[in-house]
């Protein structure tokens, strides 16, 4: 549960911000209570207590509805509750309200990727790695890529991995994707330089040793191929990659 005093404490806040004031006072006062509630609506949201979180947040939007804190987290909220329409029209209230603020951009743009709204998600990705206030571009060059590629546009998600490893060329996710992107296109060698440069700064994964072995096998080296399922199976014995390579061996046998 939220905490008691926490809990409290907004709602003596909200009381004072009801107490009668002038024209411009009373607005200062709703726009406080505003932001007392949206910030009682996240921290309902964070608990699981969704109709409360959804209670608080209406009564934010009608006490002032012109901030780009309070519709992100309508749309943080819609987005729990399955309420896609509300949903992206709080995400896009927050993005005009928010003028190219790269948080904002990157939250809705999250939400727009993972609801297939991918070339929207990716306009607003590439705004966020544009600006000078946002502290890191390369991880939005990735998104942006990661979007792009759930489009089947794989050339512009090459475009945006080749552009955050630009920035950081240490970049493990965009070396990852641009591995697999290799391998998918065919191009073996590339995909095996991809993989290298990525395991010399991340740590080795079912799923990476997996496509190690995918691309040694496309390049015939069996022999370090067999290398990787040998790690697989020895460092990662419960994972699917080494049960897939199980059902193989049997397969194989006479």
């Not at 015939?220 to 994972?239: L, T």
Request: proline share 4%.
């Amino acid at each position: 549960m939220i905490r008691r005093a926490g809990v409290t404490l907004l709602v003596v806040l909200l009381a004072g911000c009801a107490s009668p004031a002038g024209a411009q006072s009373s607005k200062a006062q709703r726009d406080q209570a505003g932001e007392i509630n949206t910030e009682l609506a996240l921290a309902y949201m964070r608990e699981g207590d969704l109709a409360s979180a959804r209670d608080k947040i209406e009564k934010a939007l009608q006490q002032n509805s012109r901030t780009a804190k309070t519709q992100m987290a309508a749309g943080f909220i819609y987005d729990r509750l399955n309420e896609k329409r509300k949903a992206s029209g709080h995400y896009e209230q927050a993005v005009r309200l928010g003028k190219d603020d790269p948080d904002v951009l990157n939250n809705a743009a999250v939400y727009f990727c993972r609801t297939g709204e991918y070339k929207r998600g990716e306009q607003y990705l590439l705004q966020a790695a544009a600006s000078p206030l946002y502290r890191t571009p390369a991880a939005a060059y990735v998104n942006a890529g990661r979007c792009a590629r759930s489009d089947g546009r794989a050339s512009d998600a090459e475009r945006h991995f080749r552009k955050a490893l630009s920035l950081n060329p240490k970049q493990p996710d965009a070396l990852l994707q641009m591995a697999e992107l290799a391998q998918s296109g065919g191009n073996g060698l590339q995909a095996r330089a991809f993989l290298e440069r990525y395991t010399a700064v991340a740590p080795a994964t079912a799923s990476t040793l997996w496509l190690g072995r995918s691309i040694e096998l496309a390049l015939g080296d069996a022999e370090q191929a067999q290398r990787y399922a040998s790690r697989i199976k020895n460092e990662f014995p419960m994972s699917p990659e080494a049960g897939r390579l199980f059902d193989e061996e049997q397969q194989a046998r006479p």
